[in-house]
């Protein structure tokens, strides 16, 4: 009896141990290249697009429509930007894996534009079906178009009818803000929603780019007390940033005006990225504010938002802060248990397919494998999981050695 009592309590230690193990050999991660010379491609983000399109076939975005308001939308949208954004690396459009891509693109751009993806929204507001709705919907549309230079008219004519409204809303009116539900105004929405007008003047001439500075012109005169953009707009004030909130826009700000991003990452950087046991990570709330996890947030553990560093990773890539990107990537690779078996990719054991679809949307946006300016960030944290495997070996140790007579 006391042996099978030491055994269950030495698989109890030795599970931290190995796992500490794991996050430790990650935290030098760096993706497999494939080749087909002349063409390179990252190879993780492959096997993990298919791990998707796999989830996907087997119904995970209406999963989590169960689960989340825009469950469907999100999980789509956030698919076909990834799926896109490979293809966009793939110059050979009649490659094997360009093709992939782009039959994968054409579906989710079908799929954000279904009924069942536009069935949550209220469809009479001031952009139709609300700025959430339109701006990821409209986005996925615009990235489809960019990748065929030979798109279909009435794609074109509805993408362009889309700017032409969202132009027309984002200029009129009191706020900046613009809802996505009756009276319910997430900042972030729209800010998605005005990346469709800077990304429809890359494609086309340019049409936008006044309709853009005024926006940007009326969003500087709507900042909460730090001078970043708010979580929440209210008829008559605003919340204050959040760290999930402000990486989205700031995946999205660098195409609208990279001067102003440039402008708001480093009050963000400075509010809300931190450090725990030597690791970067975002904040949920700025820094001196701990208040608990929600919707939005996803979870929050010691201050640190896990929708704000996940994102925040393709921030800090945008913004060349590649040193940073690294660690916060490295770091989801570790804790997420990014696992490949040589045909797909996965993380958390492939449990929440949204994690996964914004992971795979993220790394999209790969900071450089070796950073030429590299931080020894992981010191620190080798050292403390040196001290705990330590203990933890010590403790078995001490479990099974001899008893003296």
């Known amino acids: 009896m006391k042996k099978i009592l030491r055994a269950i309590i030495t698989t109890f230690l030795v599970i931290p141990l190995l796992y500490l193990f794991f996050i430790n050999i990650k935290m030098y991660h760096s993706p497999t290249i494939g080749r087909d010379y002349p063409l390179e491609w990252d190879n993780d983000q492959l096997l993990h697009l298919r791990h998707l399109k796999a989830e996907i076939n087997q119904g995970a975005a209406?999963?989590?429509?169960?689960?989340?308001?825009?469950?469907?939308?999100?999980?789509?949208?956030?698919?076909?930007?990834?799926?896109?954004?490979?293809?966009?690396?793939?110059?050979?459009?009649?490659?094997?894996?360009?093709?992939?891509?782009?039959?994968?693109?054409?579906?989710?751009?079908?799929?954000?534009?279904?009924?069942?993806?536009?069935?949550?929204?209220?469809?009479?507001?001031?952009?139709?079906?609300?700025?959430?709705?339109?701006?990821?919907?409209?986005?996925?549309?615009?990235?489809?178009?960019?990748?065929?230079?030979?798109?279909?008219?009435?794609?074109?004519?509805?993408?362009?009818?889309?700017?032409?409204?969202?132009?027309?809303?984002?200029?009129?009116?009191?706020?900046?803000?613009?809802?996505?539900?009756?009276?319910?105004?997430?900042?972030?929405?729209?800010?998605?929603?005005?990346?469709?007008?800077?990304?429809?003047?890359?494609?086309?001439?340019?049409?936008?780019?006044?309709?853009?500075q005024i926006w940007l012109d009326r969003v500087r005169e709507n900042l909460d007390e730090q001078g970043m953009i708010p979580h929440v707009s209210y008829e008559h004030g605003h919340a204050r940033s959040r760290g999930s909130s402000m990486s989205l826009m700031l995946c999205f700000l660098p195409e609208i005006d990279a001067n102003f991003s440039k402008e708001l990452f480093s009050k963000y950087k400075e509010y809300f990225l931190t450090y725990r046991f030597g690791l970067p990570g975002i904040r949920e709330y700025q820094k001196g504010i701990n208040e608990g996890s929600d919707v939005d947030s996803g979870p929050v553990i010691?201050?640190?938002?896990?929708?704000?560093?996940?994102?925040?990773?393709?921030?800090?890539?945008?913004?060349?802060?590649?040193?940073?990107?690294?660690?916060?990537?490295?770091?989801?690779?570790?804790f997420g248990i990014g696992w490949s078996n040589g045909k797909k990719k996965q993380y958390l054991f492939g449990q929440l397919p949204i994690a996964d679809a914004f992971i795979a949307w993220v790394n999209g946006q790969n900071p450089e494998f070796i950073p030429k300016k590299e931080k020894q960030w992981r010191w620190k944290f080798h050292l403390l999981s040196l001290l705990i495997n330590s203990i933890l070996v010590g403790s078995i140790y001490w479990i099974w050695k001899p008893k003296r007579n």
Request: aromatic residues 14%.
């Open 62 to 212: 209406e999963e989590m429509q169960d689960m989340y308001p825009e469950g469907y939308l999100f999980m789509t949208a956030l698919y076909g930007l990834a799926w896109a954004e490979f293809a966009e690396n793939i110059p050979n459009h009649h490659h094997e894996l360009f093709l992939e891509a782009y039959k994968e693109v054409e579906w989710a751009t079908k799929a954000t534009r279904s009924r069942m993806a536009q069935g949550f929204f209220p469809r009479d507001q001031r952009i139709e079906y609300g700025a959430y709705y339109s701006g990821w919907s409209n986005y996925m549309l615009g990235k489809k178009i960019n990748l065929n230079p030979n798109s279909l008219e009435n794609d074109i004519q509805a993408f362009q009818n889309k700017c032409n409204e969202i132009a027309s809303v984002i200029t009129s009116g009191d706020s900046p803000y613009v809802e996505s539900y009756y009276n319910q105004v997430w900042p972030a929405d729209i800010t998605v929603a005005v990346a469709c007008l800077a990304l429809h003047d890359r494609i086309f001439p340019d049409r936008y780019q006044d309709d853009i």
């Open 302 to 334: 010691l201050s640190v938002g896990g929708s704000a560093s996940i994102v925040g990773q393709r921030a800090f890539t945008l913004h060349q802060e590649k040193d940073i990107a690294l660690g916060i990537k490295n770091s989801i690779e570790g």
